[in-house]
């Protein structure tokens, strides 16, 4: 069965440092999300992305933040300058079609602990 | 703005009791609802989800959640727990987002423990 795979599952960093994680969508999706979960608390809507640009973006992702879809399979968020507070589990998502009925399909996850 | 609300961030039940996890929501308008579940380590997973047609969602693994409009719950529930049931459970709402398209809202989630 497809699944949405992300890399590395964890990746420590120095505060100040830049961070890229990876994620690889289902190869017949085309609407991709980033979100977050600060450890203990709920999870948190990042960025959405559509035809090459993003379509919907929250508060948290600020100039820091930025996504890409550098090739045909792999969606990517990368932080600039990790801060201690973007610590958090970082999850991919992927989803087929248009609208919010259809099922999103979550990856794994990437914990990031910036020190 | 819709928002969702988890009433519980732990529940613990008996392998072979029911399974009660609570979730209301506040909107104005009839919304679509779903609950996720995340093992340990692993993704979330669609359990299922409520868009406007039948008021009692049939999930997978047994589970079903029920929307109530005159409650504004979408309470998740499973007749008998069963030791591979205990994970998080996150209640999701949309909300619109500036660009026109949806944001998901997630509840704080609910932590389920299955003793047996």
């Known amino acids: 069965e497809p699944e949405v795979t992300q890399t590395p599952s964890h990746q420590v960093t120095q505060m100040g440092q830049e961070v890229i994680l990876r994620c690889v969508p289902i190869s017949n999706h085309l609407y991709f999300y980033w979100y977050r979960q600060i450890l203990g608390q709920k999870v948190e809507f990042l960025v959405s992305f559509y035809n090459n640009e993003i379509s919907e973006k929250s508060e948290i992702f600020d100039d820091q933040f930025s996504v890409e879809r550098p090739d045909g399979s792999n969606f990517t968020l990368k932080i600039r300058s990790t801060k201690l507070e973007d610590s958090a589990m970082y999850f991919c998502?992927?989803?087929?079609?248009?609208?919010?009925?259809?099922?999103?399909?979550f990856g794994p996850g990437t914990r990031l602990t910036v020190l | 703005a819709q928002s969702v609300t988890q009433l519980d961030s732990h529940v613990s039940v008996s392998e072979g009791t029911p399974v009660l996890l609570r979730c209301n929501y506040s909107?104005?308008?009839?919304?679509?609802l779903f609950w996720y579940v995340q093992h340990p380590n692993k993704g979330l997973q669609l359990l299922l989800k409520y868009t406007s047609a039948a008021t009692l969602v049939k999930g997978i693994n047994g589970f079903e959640a029920e929307f109530k409009k005159s409650e504004t719950s979408f309470h998740l529930t499973k007749p008998s727990a069963h030791m591979s049931d205990a994970a998080e459970y996150f209640c999701v709402a949309p909300q619109g987002g500036a660009g026109g398209s949806y944001i998901p809202t997630f509840g704080r989630g609910t932590s389920l423990i299955v003793h047996p």
């Open positions: 909107s104005s308008y009839s919304p679509s």
């Open positions: 998502a992927s989803k087929k079609g248009q609208g919010f009925t259809g099922e999103q399909f």
